[in-house]
């Protein structure tokens, strides 16, 4: 007799569904002055980009972020993951 298994990955955490959240998030963590224009004006570090790189929010994603009031990036991802 033959057994079937269900090898599906069993996921325990939320899957991020907004990649530019984790592109935003990224630039943060690499560069120190990206990092603390987010913290202190979210709008501005979103439409100045980072580099050559720039993000794609739309208006309610970025009033959320706008939102935030957070004193470190660690405090920030915490509350931008419950979006």
């Not at 939320?14 to 603390?36: C, D, G, H, W, Y």
């Amino acid at each position: 007799m033959l057994r079937t298994f269900n090898l599906k990955p069993i996921i325990t955490t939320k899957p991020i569904k907004n990649t530019e959240m984790s592109r935003i998030l990224s630039a943060a963590v690499i560069n120190e002055p990206f990092r603390q224009l987010l913290l202190d004006c979210p709008q501005r570090a979103i439409e100045t980009g980072f580099h050559d790189e720039y993000f794609q929010v739309n208006a309610q994603e970025l009033a959320k972020i706008e939102a935030i009031h957070a004193s470190n990036l660690v405090d920030f991802a915490t509350k931008i993951s419950s979006f």
